[in-house]
Each structure stands twice: as C-alpha cells, then as structure tokens.
C-alpha cells in the first residue's frame, strides 16, 4: 500500500506561485502514474496533470503553460509547479498513485 502526504497549498494572489509537494511512502511499482487532481466547491474532482514511470506527461488545457509537474524519484517526491494563478485555480489539490492511493488534499485559494 502507498501513502501519500501533500503540502504547500495556501493563498496566493491571481498571478502569483505556489508549489505543491506529494511525498510518497510504502510499496511503489515500477510501473506507475502519479497524478495530480483538484476539486473546487460544487465541482467534481479534475484530473490536472499526471506522469508516468515510461516518461509520459499530460496536463488539463486549463492549466497548459502554466502548470509543471515533476517527481524525484530518490526522494519518492512529486511536484506540481503552479505558476500565473488565476482565481479558478482555487480547488483542494490531491495527488494520486496510480488512482488507486490518494492524499490528504491541500487547499489552495487564489484571491485578492
């Protein structure tokens, strides 16, 4: 089973940063996907973007150009850089291992 901790959500103005981090813990496969997914208030949950042990990376277009997601594999890490907020970014953040282990949630709310 893996577990899985997210942090660095909080509030941050429209076109500022943030960067959320996802440490991993337990049995990790070699072959996997590591997802970010966020929800906001009266939405379903989104898939945001994702990577995957064979190299593959996706993003939602909402977040295209603005949206970097990264993982250090020693560290059993994974990032989501969040650049140019906007305020319906705002949502609670989760990040998944392969759908099947999920986080937590962090909130991040952008606003003025």
């Known amino acids: 089973q893996v577990q899985l901790v997210e942090s660095g959500g909080g509030l941050v103005q429209p076109g500022g940063s943030l960067r959320l981090s996802c440490a991993a813990s337990?049995?990790?496969?070699?072959?996997?996907?590591m997802q970010w997914y966020r929800q906001a208030p009266g939405k379903q949950r989104e898939l945001v973007a994702f990577?995957?042990?064979?190299?593959?990376?996706r993003y939602a277009d909402s977040v295209k150009g603005r949206f970097t997601i990264s993982g250090e594999k020693a560290q059993r890490t994974v990032y989501l850089q969040m650049n140019s907020l906007k305020p319906e970014d705002t949502a609670v953040y989760y990040c998944?291992?392969?759908?099947?282990?999920w986080g937590q949630g962090t909130q991040v709310t952008v606003s003025s």
């Open positions: 998944a291992y392969n759908r099947l282990s």
């Open positions: 337990g049995s990790i496969s070699s072959i996997y996907a």
């Open positions: 990577f995957t042990s064979g190299g593959s990376t």
